[in-house]
């Protein structure tokens, strides 16, 4: 029953977090440090802090936590997702560090390394670019915040 209860709260939190942020995107509300553009962003790593915080708090009530299995199979789960993840962590970062300094923006035209075109997505692990000729780039996060990046439309903001 706890455990529900945990989880109803949760929700509760993330609707109402979806709502303000909703509005922040709209531009009927400010908020500082949090602009429209790193709404979906910020939405995004809020919801998996909650969500991690519900998980420790429900965890102790969960049925058979206790035990020598369960706690075997924690450890095995955090072990295989810490071994795992290096690469991943590392694009996700670089696309924080993209989305929040506001380099790159949806339209703007750039060139990294040999691609140049227009930015359609920045996502958490990767960029997307459609070129002059029409296709679609994708470039990972990593290498676009470690290379250089022209933006040639920023004059027009």
Not at 19 to 25: H, K, N
Not at 83 to 93: E, F, K, P
Request: charged share 15%; glycine share 8%.
């Amino acid at each position: 029953m706890i455990v529900l209860i945990i989880v109803v709260i949760t929700a509760f939190i993330l609707k109402l977090l979806k709502v303000i942020l909703d509005q922040v995107a709209a531009g009927r509300l400010q908020l500082p440090g949090i602009h429209p553009e790193t709404v979906s962003a910020t939405r995004k790593l809020i919801s998996v802090v909650v969500w991690l915080f519900a998980l420790s708090a429900a965890y102790p009530f969960l049925p058979g936590a206790n035990s020598l299995a369960f706690k075997g199979i924690s450890v095995f789960f955090g072990l295989m997702l810490t071994l795992g993840s290096a690469g991943v962590m590392n694009h996700a970062m670089s696309g924080l560090v993209l989305i929040y300094s506001r380099a790159l923006r949806k339209g703007d035209v750039i060139r990294i390394a040999d691609n140049e075109g227009q930015v359609s997505e920045i996502g958490m692990l990767a960029t997307k670019i459609i070129t002059r000729e029409n296709y679609v780039v994708t470039v990972p996060n990593a290498v676009v915040v470690s290379g250089k990046i022209t933006n040639l439309s920023a004059q027009k903001r």
